[in-house]
């Protein structure tokens, strides 16, 4: 069970760090001909958000699977017996969470798809930066999810 969390995390982690260098070389790219010659990159900051929105989305899923999310160690010294529920609640509202969000996001995708909405600069359909936001909380409600069952499994057994 652990082998396909860390085959898939590993590949969203790959996907989400080939868009950090992209927007990195891309950012280098466009200083560097701004000083040298006076010519900025055209739509640069355009694909650079959204390059930001593919590495942040696409790598969420991974943050599920390797249980790497930020954690407040509040309750922890005083009820350690209840960490385990806490953890399991915290799973659970996740999942709800990110699947409101990402009804919500394909409500507004389809808005954005239907009146045909594109960038200002480079006149990109902004529906591509919907795929990946729509596809990292989808993925990632699934993660969570799987995280959830593995969680009661655990506690049943």
Sequence with gaps: MKNWRAVFALSCGWV??????????????????????????RGALEIIELLLAASFFLA???VFLREENIVVDLIDPIAPRSVPLLKR????????????????GWLAAKDTLAFGDVTSDLSLPKILYWIPVLAGLILSAIAALGMLFQRVRKSDS
Aim: glycine share 0%; net charge neutral.
């Design 60 to 62: 969420l899923p991974a």
């Design 89 to 104: 609640t915290a799973l659970a509202i996740s999942v709800f969470l990110l699947v409101i969000m990402a009804i919500q």
């Design 16 to 41: 989400a760090s080939f868009f950090i260098a992209a927007m990195m070389l891309l950012t280098v790219a466009d200083v560097l001909l701004r000083a040298a010659t006076n010519t900025p990159i």
